[in-house]
């Protein structure tokens, strides 16, 4: 029986992104598609939407408005709701009690946590926290912003919560992030989800699972042809 081709995919996306989390859901699909075909090692890599938001964060019907200059629709979120439901996401609040509101953060601290993360535990870990981090903001409306927050998620994964808070506050680390972002920037990546397959396929926006089954297919075609 032949072995699968491993392939590492890097993710740029951002925590407020919910084409980020649909997308990685339909790749998950595709991924189980492909059992025993490819096996991917992912990576996920810092974006963020809206780095300027400070650190009280800021009500996402206003956020759309002053961004986007309409106010948001219920209608575009339910669609949002549906699209990700059919993808195998629950895009809704989940938790106990009345719904907070809905709020947009500021998630330098929480990108900063996720490259502690790779480098402390590696890629499975970092991302059942990027994941843990989707359901704490779409799910459980919490503070995502906030490293105490972010410290929670993590030890509640098993991971070190001094070692946690000590990343968010290293000023080498939030460096790094810039640089991360800087280097997306010099890749051409100016939207997300965008998936960089073995540093050099590039695909672009939140694809069906079919797409990602394709795609993934054809960069192992390739490599293999030029080997």
């Given at each position: 029986?032949?072995?699968?081709?491993?392939?590492?995919?890097?993710?740029?996306?951002?925590?407020?992104?919910?084409?980020?989390?649909?997308?990685?859901?339909?790749?998950?699909?595709?991924?189980?598609?492909?059992?025993?075909?490819?096996?991917?090692e992912?990576?996920?890599?810092?974006?963020?939407?809206?780095?300027?938001?400070?650190?009280?964060?800021?009500?996402?019907?206003?956020?759309?408005?002053?961004?986007?200059?309409?106010?948001?629709?219920?209608?575009?979120?339910?669609?949002?709701?549906?699209i990700?439901?059919?993808?195998?996401y629950?895009?809704?609040?989940?938790?106990?009690g009345d719904?907070?509101?809905?709020?947009?953060?500021?998630t330098?601290?929480?990108?900063?946590?996720?490259?502690?993360?790779?480098?402390?535990?590696?890629?499975?870990?970092?991302?059942?926290?990027?994941?843990?981090?989707?359901?704490?903001?779409?799910?459980?409306?919490?503070?995502?912003?906030?490293?105490?927050?972010?410290?929670?998620?993590?030890?509640?994964?098993?991971?070190?919560r001094?070692?946690?808070?000590?990343?968010?506050?290293?000023?080498?680390?939030a460096?790094?992030?810039?640089?991360?972002?800087?280097?997306?920037?010099g890749?051409?990546?100016?939207?997300?989800?965008?998936?960089?397959?073995?540093?050099?396929?590039?695909?672009?926006?939140?694809?069906?699972?079919?797409?990602?089954?394709?795609?993934?297919?054809?960069?192992?075609?390739?490599?293999?042809?030029?080997?």
């Open positions: 029986m032949t072995a699968p081709v491993k392939l590492t995919i890097d993710i740029w996306s951002d925590v407020m992104c919910p084409w980020c989390i649909i997308g990685y859901k339909q790749l998950e699909t595709a991924l189980g598609e492909l059992d025993g075909e490819i096996a991917a992912i990576r996920w890599r810092a974006f963020e939407l809206n780095p300027d938001l400070p650190a009280e964060g800021e009500d996402a019907g206003r956020h759309i408005m002053r961004k986007y200059g309409q106010p948001p629709s219920d209608g575009a979120m339910r669609q949002m709701q549906a990700a439901e059919a993808a195998g629950e895009m809704r609040y989940l938790g106990e719904e907070p509101p809905r709020m947009m953060w500021n330098r601290a929480a990108h900063m946590l996720l490259h502690w993360a790779l480098d402390a535990a590696g890629p499975e870990v970092q991302t059942r926290l990027k994941l843990a981090l989707f359901d704490a903001h779409f799910q459980q409306r919490r503070n995502i912003s906030d490293a105490e927050v972010l410290a929670d998620i993590a030890e509640g994964l098993g991971l070190d001094e070692g946690a808070l000590a990343a968010m506050a290293d000023e080498n680390l460096r790094t992030i810039e640089a991360e972002e800087m280097d997306a920037i890749k051409g990546i100016n939207a997300v989800p965008t998936m960089l397959v073995e540093g050099r396929f590039m695909i672009p926006g939140a694809q069906d699972p079919e797409t990602y089954a394709n795609y993934l297919r054809k960069v192992v075609t390739r490599m293999t042809d030029a080997a």
